[in-house]
């Protein structure tokens, strides 16, 4: 499981993370900012994006076609 880090980054800032190419279950990630370090999982489910992204289908928004 990734591990989560919670921790604020500098006065005035959020995380903004840079996430290194999947090369397996894990990636390594390090903020831009603060150069704080994460791991994230890399994981892609099963259907299209559209499927896959629950406020899409909540507020019915075709990615082609318009935004919120």
Request: aromatic residues 14%; glycine residues 12%; contains cysteine.
């Amino acid at each position: 499981m990734a591990r989560k880090n919670n921790k604020s980054c500098l006065p005035g800032r959020q995380h903004f993370w840079v996430i290194e190419i999947p090369n397996g279950p894990q990636s390594r990630g390090v903020c831009q900012y603060c150069k704080r370090e994460g791991w994230y999982e890399n994981y892609v489910g099963m259907g299209n994006d559209y499927e896959r992204h629950e406020l899409w289908k909540k507020y019915g928004i075709d990615r082609l076609s318009g935004v919120l």
